[in-house]
């Protein structure tokens, strides 16, 4: 049954997919994005891995469609078509294609459990995550502790991004709370928008402080967070919702989220551990390892969230006032 | 799975790949490519989550009673690309809005014939 519906949702994906290439409204083809997003975080719970699913949706269907709207409205959504023939990109695609199919011949089958990715780490990770960290989850357990380096990077990473579109957009104070005309009109949205948003906090909490027993964690959190800020934002204009999160304590949130992971790995040196042991932070090692994953999973929500409700505030006072 | 409906999952995701390099060197629309990029990276996404799959296995949440789990690394891997890709995304669309800005036109033909008459 799996098999079956793995084929299908592969076999949309690639409808999908055909189809944005082939749309010439980048309205239409960001819409298609978003389910092509959907579809693929479908897939993700299929082959098991719903850590990666929640992320994807939120993500991929959620945040970057409103990203990919937000620069439509600032440049234009029509494309115009190419003026040269784009015989040259399709046999170079072609070739590259079939050189990686020529790859996978020898790959080990899908579903297999002799395959050499299987055999090395990951199952040291799912025996001794129960012993040693003492939580459910191994994929938080590997994120948050095995390769709590890895993360931290991931962390800088997204820090640098929001930082780096900071820098090439800037920021502009605009003047008035007032709701625009445009948006009164929408009254669903409104009254769905005031219905979901406590909703949407209170389920990103879940996801936040659950992470250690099921599917969830700090950067699906942060994301969902976001994401209930942002409807606000859509459903009451952006004024309204920088009176809730202003902008300048998004921006000390973004370094104080990077700077709490940080903390827990010095604060574990200077208890005489390494850089992000965690063992050394409680009594006994497990309680420890607890603590600290708490701690760095919020260092991560508030960070991302954070920088995600940075980016959108970014985009939108770009926009013509009146406009929004 | 035996046979060569085994590699079906990588054969998809390849052919996705190839859809999304093609509308990034083909098109030459900025807001396209980008959106071509982001069909690149996703299949990459479910490449790796295919590998990480083991047939009859489940999600690796530990529970009494269960024997097989899928890999947790490639998610965890896979689960920070994506957040990752996002940062890297609103990155390129934020330099497409300030070449709007530069240029009037995000159309890349038009952009070079700009450049050109400098």
Known sequence: ?324 | MSGLLGLYNYWIVIILMMTGFYAVIARPNLIKQIIGLFIFQTSVFILFISMANIEGGTAPIIKEGIRLYSNPLPHVLILTAIVVSLATTALGLALVVRIKEAYGTINEDNIHVQDEED
């Open chain 1, 1 to 324: 049954m799996e098999i079956l519906i793995d084929t299908i949702l592969l076999v949309l994906l690639m409808i999908t997919g055909f189809s944005i290439v082939r749309m010439r409204s980048l309205l239409a083809a960001t819409m298609l994005t978003s389910i092509y997003s959907l579809l693929s975080a479908s897939l993700f719970v299929v082959l098991d891995a719903v850590d990666v699913a929640l992320t994807e949706a939120a993500i991929g269907a959620g945040i970057s469609t409103i990203l990919l709207l937000a620069t439509i409205a600032l440049t234009t959504d029509r494309e115009k078509p190419p003026q040269r023939t784009p015989m040259l990109p399709l046999i170079v695609v072609i070739i590259t294609g079939m050189a990686l199919i020529y790859g996978t011949l020898d790959m080990p089958h899908f579903g297999n459990p002799q395959a050499p990715v299987h055999l090395h780490v990951a199952p040291a990770y799912l025996h001794d995550t129960p012993g040693e960290i003492g939580i459910p989850n191994v994929v938080t357990s590997v994120l948050a502790s095995y390769r709590g380096y890895d993360t931290l990077g991931e962390l800088a990473v997204i820090f640098t991004a929001g930082a780096g579109v900071l820098t090439l957009l800037g920021y502009r104070t605009r003047g008035g709370n007032s709701m625009d005309p445009g948006i009164r009109k929408l009254l669903i949205l409104r009254v769905i928008g005031k219905l979901f948003f406590p909703l949407i906090l209170l389920f990103a909490l879940y996801v936040q402080f659950h992470g250690d027993y099921g599917p969830g964690g700090g950067f699906q959190a942060g994301v969902i967070f976001a994401t209930g800020f942002i409807l606000y934002a859509l459903a009451f204009g952006l004024g309204n919702a920088q009176r809730l999160i202003p902008h300048q304590l998004l921006r000390i949130m973004v370094a104080f989220g990077m700077l709490l992971y940080i903390g827990v790995g010095i604060e574990s040196m200077l208890l005489g551990g390494k850089f992000l042991e965690y063992n050394v932070l409680a009594d006994d090692p497990v309680s420890g390892q607890h603590l600290g994953i708490i701690l760095i999973e919020l260092g991560v929500g508030i960070t991302v969230a954070s920088v995600m409700l940075m980016i959108y505030y970014v985009f939108r006072s770009r926009q013509p006032e009146g406009d929004l």
